[in-house]
């Protein structure tokens, strides 16, 4: 890697993205850091994105195009785009996402002040967008402070649910790692024959990429998280999935749960194994107590229990526990199910949000910045 200009690949993918793929492009040609090239694979858009993306690329040669001839899934999408990267480094942005101006430019300084790390982190600033290119704002979301953090500090507390939505699907990484790592997910998760074959499905969908990061972590004992690395994480407000209702009887309570355990294990077992059991005990202790509390809000209903549809999705979710793991998770349920009982009763009680807007320490007006690429009015804007 060049000590002082490494190439940075900003690398994407998408299907159908005519109305907004303008702004993730606009957002890595206007980067303060020129040394960069754009790594797009359309998976067989049927829109205008092509036409679009070639108007762009006739301007700026930097802009790499690739169009898959059939639709294919998420997963090797990503895969493609790092094959073709050129960069020693490299991060994967979402379609609809973008960067702030200074993010690569930072990102590369952090790589070279900190040549042994894992990666660099960002920190996420969320928007709804509620009509088009009209946003409102959602939350912020980090680590405590920007410094140096042992790989070990993640990985422990990823399980554990101490730190919902970690950017690191967005960190900058090298090359090879980030190919290395999808290797290893297509490898344990997608083409796994002892997973079932619609967890598969899901996995090719990008059903767990999230804990991927950890995969990479693996190789190096710490990572780099800039709290003042921006990456600009949009949502459609319609589109927001309402997870409660996977969680409506005890067959699908530990379906999903065996399915989110099916997805941590290829990394805590073969990268991560001083952490395996914990994270064991954890998800069982976690997945019990997410029982009796959704028995709670369903209503008491005996049809909640299904037991004929549940045998099999229990028996399958504890079938990598030891009889004492077993045990272990029975008994670490008990507080964890009169904690969450009364967290659920004061927030019915008092009108609360556990992830309340006014909780946020940012004052939202402050966060339409022209480091954004937003404008007074909130709209994006070169």
């Known amino acids: 890697m060049d000590n002082k200009k490494p190439l940075v690949s900003i690398c994407l993918t998408f299907f159908k993205a005519e109305r907004f793929i303008h702004r993730v ?12 090239e754009i790594v797009i694979v359309d998976n067989a858009s049927i829109d205008k ?9 006739k301007k700026d040669t930097r802009i790499k195009y690739f169009r898959n ?13 790092f094959e073709f990267a050129s960069g020693d480094l490299v991060i994967m942005l979402g379609a609809d996402d973008w960067i702030a101006r200074d993010f690569i430019e930072k990102g590369v300084n952090n790589f070279l002040a900190h040549p042994d790390s894992a990666g660099v982190v960002p920190k996420t600033v969320n928007f709804y967008e509620t009509i088009p290119n009209e946003f409102e704002f959602d939350c912020v979301i980090g680590l405590p402070a920007s410094k140096i953090y042992p790989s070990e500090w993640l990985v422990k507390r990823l ?22 790592t999808i290797n290893f997910y297509i490898k344990n998760c997608c083409e796994n024959p002892f997973i079932p074959e619609e967890l598969r499905k899901l996995f090719w969908g990008n059903y767990a990429m999230d804990p991927i990061f950890l995969e990479i972590l693996s190789r190096y004992k710490k990572f780099f998280y800039d709290d003042s690395m921006v990456y600009i994480k949009i949502a459609q407000a319609d ?16 379906k999903w749960s065996y399915y989110q355990m099916l997805s941590l294990v290829p990394i805590y077992k073969f990268k991560w194994p001083k952490f395996y059991k914990d994270m064991k005990i954890f998800l069982g202790a976690g997945t019990i107590s997410t029982l009796f509390i959704n028995f709670f809000r369903f209503g008491f209903r005996l049809s909640f229990f299904n037991l004929r549809e549940s045998k099999k999705f229990i028996s399958n979710f504890f079938s990598n526990f030891s009889f004492l793991e077993i045990i272990l998770a029975i008994f670490s349920s008990i507080p964890r199910i009169f904690s969450r009982f009364f967290s659920l009763a004061e927030r019915k009680i008092f009108k609360t949000g556990k992830f309340s807007k006014n909780d946020q320490k940012y004052d939202p007006a402050l966060l339409f910045d022209k480091n954004f690429f937003f404008n007074p009015e909130g709209h994006f804007k070169i």
């Open 25 to 36: 492009i606009e957002s890595a040609l206007n980067q303060t850091y020129q040394n960069i």
């Open 49 to 57: 994105s092509r036409e679009i993306i070639e108007k762009y690329q």
């Open 69 to 81: 001839e059939e639709k294919l899934d998420l997963t090797t999408c990503f895969l493609k785009m």
């Open 159 to 180: 399980y554990r649910g101490q730190l919902l939505f970690v950017p690191t699907a967005y960190a900058l990484v090298r090359k090879e790692d980030a190919e290395s």
């Open 239 to 254: 589109n927001i999935i309402h997870y409660w209702s996977k969680y409506d009887s005890m067959s699908e309570i530990f």
